[in-house]
């Protein structure tokens, strides 16, 4: 009888096996429902799908930065400037993905861990979409109230700026200036 419930070559019964993808169909149906992303177990680590809501809302955030930049770059004709300033984001949102990534690895492994600060510093220098994903991504720091409210505020910060270099503000005519001697120094000839 043993034999004929087992497949050839495995070693496992045809009925786990059966249970097992049940099992794996009714949690990703679940998910599905929720709106949660459904985490999978890479070895020793959880790693979280990004859904489409948490994808439409870092698109969200980023409408009024990136019509800023277009400003600045087209019609206060600063492209040169903009465009080394968006190299600049663009490296330190990369930079503070990894950083929030390895702080997930040194609390899993119990090892001396980055400090808040510094992370807060790389989001307040432009990283905050890398950290938005990196924290959504490893489900890291998103249950640590203090975290989540230093981290919102730097993000409320960085819109109100773009929303002040949108309509000529009083911190426009000071990045402007910046930029300007930023592109009088770059511009090639």
């Known amino acids: 009888m043993k034999n004929e419930t087992k497949k050839k070559g495995s070693g496992k019964s045809a009925p786990k096996k059966v249970e ?31 859904t489409t809501r948490q994808t439409y809302s870092l698109a969200a955030l980023l409408v009024l930065p990136c019509a800023a930049m277009i400003k600045l770059a087209f019609f206060d004709k600063l492209a040169w400037a903009v465009l080394c300033v968006l190299g600049a984001m663009l490296i330190l949102q990369l930079i503070s993905f990894i950083q929030l990534r390895r702080d997930k690895k040194k609390a899993e492994a119990d090892e001396w861990r980055i400090s808040e600060p510094s992370l807060h510093m790389l989001e307040f220098l432009g990283g905050w979409p890398g950290s938005f994903v990196a924290q959504r991504r490893y489900r890291h720091k998103t249950a640590k109230r203090s975290y989540q409210i230093a981290y919102w505020l730097i993000v409320v910060c960085h819109l109100a700026l773009a929303l002040d270099l949108l309509f000529d503000g009083v911190a426009y005519t000071i990045v402007h200036g910046v930029l300007s001697s930023l592109q009088d120094s770059i511009k090639p000839s």
Request: charged share 40%; glycine share 6%; hydrophobic share 30%.
């Open 20 to 50: 097992k993808k049940a099992a794996k169909k009714a949690v990703k149906k679940s998910a599905k429902k929720t709106g949660k992303p459904l985490a999978k177990n890479r070895g020793n680590k959880t790693v979280s799908e990004i």
